[in-house]
């Protein structure tokens, strides 16, 4: 089982920049595929990025490409995902996953994926 930790979510203007980072328990963290998936106010948790467990494959939704980087370090257990030109429709409840499925897989969330308590982003216009 592992355990996540978000952290880094807070208010920022747009155009701003926001680094989220995760912290995750257990001695196998490098053979789960993570991610980070937001919810927004009134809508469903939705994929953003998602990295395999070594870090060498990436997917990232159409709505962030080219303005977030998901990462990871296996030797500190933790995942980060570098959001800049941040939009006001970036504004939501930012969670950190982790699943024993691929990284591919994993953009479609199943309930016995594992999840943190979520941070919060904020981003005024």
């Known amino acids: 089982q592992v355990q996540l930790v978000e952290s880094g979510g807070g208010l920022v203007q747009a155009g701003g920049s926001l680094r989220l980072s995760c912290a995750a328990s257990?001695?196998?963290?490098?053979?789960?595929?993570m991610g980070w998936f937001r919810q927004a106010p009134g809508k469903e948790r939705a994929f953003v990025a998602t990295?395999?467990?070594?870090?060498?494959?990436?997917y990232y939704s159409d709505s962030v490409t080219g303005r977030f980087t998901i990462s990871r370090d296996n030797a500190k257990n933790t995942v980060q995902l570098q959001m800049n030109s941040l939009k006001p429709e970036d504004t939501a409840v930012y969670y950190c996953?982790?699943?024993?499925?691929?990284?591919?897989?994993?953009?479609?969330?199943?309930?016995?994926?594992?999840w943190g308590q979520g941070t919060q982003v904020t981003v005024s216009s």
């Open positions: 990295i395999s467990g070594n870090g060498g494959i990436r």
């Open positions: 996953g982790a699943s024993t499925r691929t990284a591919q897989s994993m953009r479609d969330m199943r309930p016995n994926d594992y």
């Open positions: 257990g001695r196998t963290f490098s053979t789960y595929a």
